[in-house]
């Protein structure tokens, strides 16, 4: 499967005994699903209920989501990054990473004392992003409510005051707006990828768009395997490194404020994965300061969480996370979050820990 492009983290297998047989579970596009049933894979559409669950997806979206906001949208998380940076103008300000492939603003905001006066960079600076991948709908979940957790705790307590004062926090609740708000349209609910049409038919379908998590130049396309050079799969790298403006603004974010620690949230799993990438059991010296932060399989940091080096999971190559810290000095780690229940509110208090999503 993964010649054909897909994620590792999309597949799930119900036995891997050798000699047994075993059903495994994917998230496949059209185009894969037929490549696959060419080659004489047996394929069935997941039921749920007796539903297929394609068909649950879009009953769910003609009935309106009740929890989670497009970003784009009238009332959506663009226009509240907009509200909160106004109404805390003291600790934050609203930056303009970049545009996207169909021109929107990608926003993030910036969290520290003097936000408005104080030159970026010039505290040490951690970044939370999220919503690389448009389908990940918790991710914005996550980066958004720790941003009001943090908002909402200053001058009220002092572990929290004393952070802003002193360090600078970002927050880029949607890294990928286009296929963030495409993901909310009718049949486009798992959509991956950004929304560059690669045929240049004036429509967005199934070969189209690029994984952005494997579009940056370090290790770009080092090999089929951590990523795909068909435009059809999943993890498609795109045409060259760097090609996508989303790819760009985010380079020119670390280019110009050099973060210390960045947090990349994906999901669905409770994974904190550090280090190298592009080949396997490849250990680095950085990964002692890692393994001090996230722990260890026998002693996570955070409970229910399995800290491991990213290639042991699966090999990727051009993302994120292995390009701000090779070209950038950012320690980077992807935490794949657990699926949630929906939020209560969508404004959060201090009374509840963001990190509990």
Known sequence: MRELGVDAADVAASDTTAGASSEVEAVLSQAQAAKLRKAGVDLRVKTVDGVAASEVLRAQASAGWQAFRQYGAP???KDEI????GAH???AKVVRVGWTTKGQEILALKVTKDATRIRDGRRPSVLYASAQHAREWITPEMTRRLMHYM???YGNNPEITDLVNTTGLWF????NPDGYDFTFSEGNRLWRRNLRDNNNDGAITNGD???LNRNFAVKWGYDNEGSSPDPSGETYRGPGPNSEPETQALDALFNRV???FFINYHSASQLLLHGIGWQVSTPSP???IYEAMVGTDEHPAVPGYDPDISAELYTTNGDTDSHAQVKYGTRGFTRKCPPARPPRTRYPTTSGSPMAA
């Open 75 to 77: 009332g959506g998380i």
């Open 82 to 85: 907009y509200a909160a940076g």
């Open 89 to 91: 103008r003291d600790i």
């Open 151 to 153: 908002l909402d705790g």
């Open 172 to 175: 880029l609740p949607v890294a």
């Open 209 to 211: 768009g690029v994984d």
């Open 258 to 260: 050099r973060f210390d």
């Open 286 to 288: 950085d990964d002692l």
